[in-house]
Nanobody, 122 residues
Framework: QVQLVESGGGLVQAGGSLTLSCTAS????????MGWYRQTPGKQRELVAG???????SYADSVNGRFTISRDNAKNTVLLQMNSLKPEDTAVYYC????????????????WGQGTQVTVSS
């Protein structure tokens, strides 16, 4: 079994900062990409940022230059530093990780965190 546990959401004023953290645990053989999606009511889940095990990063245009993703491979942890937050960043943020487990070492499966609410007030 694999679990992704998130922390760090909350309420912040526009222009402020928050850092989200997500740690994967369980029967993990290997993790490829980790990252974050976000979702608001009535909209599709949007990819915010991703980072490979080698450190290559990608960002949605809407957050590029304001958000920074990083990871600690030894701790199976991914962070999302969010600066210059805007009201339109308000959403539930979901961590994900593409993981091979010890019972399935040939196939990557996408695992999800439980979601953490980020609210940016104007």
């Amino acid at each position: 079994q694999v679990q992704l546990v998130e922390s760090g959401g909350g309420l912040v004023q526009a222009g402020g900062s928050l850092t989200l953290s997500c740690t994967a645990s369980g029967s993990i053989f290997n993790i490829n990409t980790m990252g974050w999606y976000r979702q608001t009511p009535g909209k599709q889940r949007e990819l915010v940022a991703g980072i490979t095990s080698g450190g290559s990063t990608s960002y949605a245009d809407s957050v590029n230059g304001r958000f920074t993703i990083s990871r600690d491979n030894a701790k199976n942890t991914v962070l999302l530093q969010m600066n210059s937050l805007k009201p339109e960043d308000t959403a539930v943020y979901y961590c994900y990780a593409d993981i091979r487990t010890w019972t399935s070492t040939l196939t990557y499966t996408k695992y999800w965190g439980q979601g953490t609410q980020v609210t940016v007030s104007s």
